[in-house]
């Protein structure tokens, strides 16, 4: 299985809105971090969505080895 590429080394704070979905990008070649633009096109990466239960500040993982997708659990200081 192919491994993504590290977008970054601290996690991306979002505030988001209750209700909404969000598309997280698992593959970190998207150029709108974290969400996903489209660019895992042909690898065998898919967004991962993420529904908002309220709205508040999020801390999305940008490192792409978290072990609780989307959100950061820490692991980019392992890097």
């Not at 991306?12 to 709108?32: D, H, Q, R």
């Not at 898919?46 to 529904?51: A, D, N, Q």
């Amino acid at each position: 299985m192919s491994k993504p590429e590290i977008a970054g080394r601290e996690p991306l704070a979002v505030t988001v809105e209750e209700g909404k979905t969000y598309f997280w990008c698992a593959c970190g070649k998207s150029e709108n971090q974290p969400f996903c633009d489209g660019k895992h096109k042909g690898t065998a990466f898919t967004p991962l969505p993420y529904k908002a239960e309220k709205s508040r500040k999020v801390f999305f993982c940008a490192c792409k080895q978290t072990g609780n997708a989307p959100m950061c659990d820490g692991s980019h200081s392992k890097l």
